[in-house]
């Protein structure tokens, strides 16, 4: 009779990486720049409905969900402009101890 193997283990590895997908600004390198890192500026690009996308941006104060501003929805060539405007801004700032960026072509599609 074959024997029936635990799902358990299948489990203990699959959960990690399903995890780590969920989790804006969390890389799966641990010397890359988080969002949730004192001083990490950052800047991505969320996807709207209505084929639009909004800018975000803010600087990491430590916690799980740093305050951040989000733009009204944009064009894609208009949050590209923004996006890059941003981006050159946060790496001149002295406060960035580190910069997270992330343009609209890695952006997720809009929930819903």
């Known amino acids: 009779m074959p024997r029936k193997i635990s799902p358990l283990p299948r489990l203990f590895v699959l959960a990690p990486l399903a995890l780590a997908g969920c ?9 890359a720049p988080r969002i949730t890192q004192r001083g990490t500026c950052f800047a991505y690009v969320e996807a709207e409905p209505g ?3 909004a800018l975000v941006t803010g600087k990491g104060d430590g916690t799980r ?16 402009a923004a ?4 981006v050159k ?10 910069v997270y960026a992330k343009p609209r072509a890695k952006a997720a599609p809009p929930e819903g």
């Open 83 to 86: 996006f890059a405007r941003e």
């Open 89 to 98: 801004t946060l790496q001149i700032m002295p406060e960035c101890l580190a």
């Open 23 to 31: 989790l804006e600004g969390m890389p799966a390198d641990p010397d």
């Open 51 to 53: 084929d639009t996308y």
């Open 65 to 80: 969900q740093p305050p951040a501003l989000k733009t009204k929805p944009m064009s894609a060539n208009a949050v590209d």
